[in-house]
């Protein structure tokens, strides 16, 4: 979501969060991997390169405004979630990134918040596509 509107440094940075949030836990799920195609997509890299661990030192500097920010983190959060369960690797990760950011604990929990509620509604849209009327 809004990822294609990130910098060329951006998206690449961005899919390297991805990658760390993704091998995080140790196991890598096929709707990850799904979802880490998504993002290829939608930044336009499909090159297929390997990707590779990103340091978040000085990740601020490379996200430097609120928006873009925020963009990373609800995907992140939302790629956290797409295997269905939002591991305590993943969470803390994802609190370190959110601190780089400067963002506080209120606003972590509202991204959360609002990305248990967008996946909630996707299952729901695979539902009724599915069901027939």
Known sequence: MWLSSLTEQQRHAALRLAHNVVVSDGILDPNEE??????????ELLDGTELEYLELDGIEEVFADRRS????LLNLCKLSYADGAFEIEEEC???????????????FRLV?????????????AKVMMESAI
């Open 34 to 43: 799904g979802m880490l195609d998504e993002f290829r997509r939608e930044m």
């Open 69 to 72: 920010r925020m963009i990373v």
């Open 93 to 107: 990760l994802l609190r370190e990134i959110s601190k780089a950011f400067a963002f506080s604990d209120d606003d």
């Open 112 to 124: 959360d918040n609002w990305v248990k509620r967008i996946c909630a509604l996707e299952q729901e």
